[in-house]
T-cell receptor, first 114, second 113 residues
């Protein structure tokens, strides 16, 4: 079945440490790929997106993501995490030629320890 | 530049009642999509409106209906509320049904008792 998988439900990272959040998708063609962040009680904010071209994408707040076609993955990274990065992170796709609805993963909760 | 706005912020209803949620898109956007986010889950697509017509629909029953007005704002209506309809309802706006960035509002938290 077509889906977006975020294998890690909850991750705790020390402040200043690096971060990688995983995302895998199962669609035949390469979909459009997104990462959103949601702070408690808030809506979703777009961190970055990939449509085509350079497979390493830079986003806001120092985040980047790498698209790997062979692994059907779009992992989010940050070299040094700040306490304010604690939030819920969602990977989402728009399957090509299938409308424009976003299909979300279940999310990964990031906690930052001091 | 106003972003996506939604009203109300919170709402409490009882089973069987009907509810209407409202959304104003970001300035310059003409497409509105609605998502339901249950607690601990990712958002699920309900439907999308463009040019006052429903253009795409997710796997939601007919109890969920919507409308888009000439000024591009939108309403989400849910009839015969069930306990399971309790969720955060998110509105997102974009331009010309684009597959590019959808901007989300802060959501309406609906509690059905």
């Amino acid at each position: 079945a077509q889906s977006v998988t975020q294998p890690d439900i909850h991750i705790t990272v020390s402040e200043g440490a690096s971060l990688e959040l995983r995302c895998n998708y199962s669609y035949g063609a390469t979909p459009y790929l997104f990462w959103y962040v949601q702070s408690p009680g808030q809506g979703l904010q777009l961190l970055l997106k990939y449509f085509s071209g350079d497979t390493l994408v830079q986003g806001i707040k120092g985040f980047e993501a790498e698209f790997k076609r062979s692994q059907s993955s779009f992992n989010l990274r940050k070299p040094s995490v700040h306490w304010s990065d604690a939030a819920e992170y969602f990977c989402a796709v728009v399957p090509n030629q299938a409308g424009t609805a976003l299909i979300f993963g279940k999310g990964t909760t990031l906690s930052v320890s001091s | 530049d106003a972003g996506v706005t939604q009203s109300p912020t919170h709402l409490i209803k009882t089973r069987g009642q009907q509810v209407t949620l409202r959304c104003s898109p970001k300035s310059g956007h003409d497409t509105v999509s609605w998502y339901q986010q249950a607690l601990g889950q990712g958002p699920q697509f309900i439907f999308q409106y463009y040019e006052e017509e429903e253009r795409q629909r997710g796997n939601f029953p007919d109890r969920f209906s919507g409308h888009q007005f000439p000024n591009y704002s939108s309403e989400l209506n849910v009839n015969a509320l069930l306990l399971g309809d309790s969720a955060l309802y998110l509105c997102a706006s974009s331009w010309r049904l684009g597959q590019e960035t959808q901007y989300f509002g802060p959501g309406t938290r609906l509690l059905v008792l």
